[in-house]
Structures are given as C-alpha cells and as structure tokens.
C-alpha cells in the first residue's frame, strides 16, 4: 500500500500534525503504522477517504464513519462479485472505484486487499480463490494493455519468481509491472527460473535495472542471474522486491507496488549504483 508521512497527511486534509493525532485517540482512524524508526505512516486510502468525506462540509465524526464505510463499500463489492463468480458484475465493482480513485489507488485500495481477504478466508486452493485469480490477471493484462506506450528513457528486466498463477504474490508483482508501465517505464518480464536465453536477450533491451520480485526467490536463483546478467550486461543496479527470506543481495524495494514503483526509478537515476558485476566479484 502507498503511506504518506504526517505532514503529507496533514496538508492533505488541511490541518496541523497535532490534529491527526487527536483524531487518532479519538476516532482510531485515519489509524497509521510505524515506521521501523517509529514514525507514523498513514495509509493513503484512509486518507483520502476522508478529505473527499470533509469536503462534503460533514464534521469529523461523521466523515470518519462515511470515510470508514466508502473504503469498506468499494472492496466489499468487488469481494461479493467475486465469491459470486461474477464475472461482469467483478468488472463493474472495478470500474465504480476507478470512477473515484487512479488505478494505482484501484489496485492498492480495492484490488490488493480484496484478493488477500479471499486468499485468507478461503485458502490458496479454493475454487474461489481460482476465479478470483484468474479474473485479477486478466484484469491486470487489461490495464497493461491501455497503459501509455514508455515514454522515458528507464528499462527494467523483471524476474517474476511467484510460484505460480495462484500465488497472491504474482498479482503485486503484476501491480508493480503495471505501476512501471504507466510510469512511463519500459518492462522485459522474464520468469526468474528461466536463464537459457536470458544473457542475450537483456543485450537486446539494455536494461538499466533488474528487479527479481517474488517469493520463490532463494540466494541460487539470484546468483544465478547476477553470474548470467553480470556477464552480459557489466555494471546494472539489482533490486528485490517482496521476498520470502531476508536477502542480502541487491536493494530491497518497499513491499508496497506504489513505493516500490517509485524506489525504481529513483535507482535506475542513480548516477553510481552498486552493480550486478560488483555483486558478481563479492560473490
């Protein structure tokens, strides 16, 4: 999910820091979390949700509970559908929260935690969770195909290491080539245990960051691609986004496609990054 750090949240809803921390001991909500430093991050959703709940001139107690149930509407929709095997009525529940929010806000606010409440309450190998699933890609390949042709001069190689198309965790990483896309990022998406082939195919797109995402992710497979792409491609950042262990090789991206989206450009603008070939000598 996308946070906003106090002052963002506070300028957005147009009051003082203090303010949201009486809101929070008073209403619970906007409810942040905290930061590994201890800082409060607010959830952008929540956010939101209750300027556009203030600017209909409610007072802050009846905006929250409005702001509380809009946020539970639009998911609780598309979960219905869903768990219906509705297909059509899947895609309206999608299209009414696109109508009020960016995509990026669709997936991280209603997409996103809708898939996690089916996984969670039915399991990976339910029928429900399947169509839901299937459904979720095909909407994502959907959004990929409108997304705006690349317009900056930034590429990436994805190694999409989920395990397979019902792994929750393909549908974050299908966010994440989704949000690059729309950024204007050009992306080469490579199953991460393919490697025949891949040396030669980076040389064609001369990537300026490889991204492994996923899971499945173990240190082989990434000194595998740091040995094949190093050889090919000399000095290129590589990052790590949501893996199963604690890694040490490379950046490792917010968990959150928004952020993670905008971490990678931020490193593939670094004038100096640490490179796959560095990460091949230490190896």
Known sequence: MRYLKTTEAATLLNVAPSTLRV??????????????????WYTH????????????????????VRAQ??????????????????????????ETTLALRSVERSVVDVLLPSLEQIVGRYGSDSA?????????AEWLARARRLAP???SRISIVLGHA?????????????????????????????P????????????????????LAGRQLDDATIARWVSVLGRSLGSVPLAIYRPRLNLVCGTVLPPG??????????IADDADPAGLSQLARAG
Do not use: K
């Open 23 to 40: 809101w929070e001991r008073r209403f619970g909500f906007p409810l942040p979390q905290r930061s590994p430093g201890g800082h409060r």
């Open 45 to 64: 959703g929540e956010v939101v949700a209750l300027h556009e709940a203030l600017r209909g001139g409610l007072s802050i107690s009846t905006a929250v």
């Open 69 to 94: 149930a809009n946020l539970a509407a639009d998911a609780s929709s598309l979960v219905r559908a869903l768990l219906a095997y509705d297909r059509d009525g899947a895609d309206r529940a999608i």
């Open 128 to 136: 429900a969770w399947a169509f839901s699933a299937r459904w979720a």
């Open 149 to 151: 042709a690349p317009a």
């Open 162 to 190: 989920s395990r397979d198309e019902l792994d929750l965790e393909a549908y974050y990483i299908g966010a994440l080539e989704l949000f690059c896309e729309r950024a204007g990022v050009m992306v080469l998406t490579l």
């Open 192 to 211: 991460a245990r393919v490697l025949h082939g891949v040396g030669a195919a980076v040389e064609v797109r001369r990537p300026d960051l490889v991204v």
């Open 257 to 266: 496609p928004s952020e993670a989206q905008l971490r990678i450009v931020e």
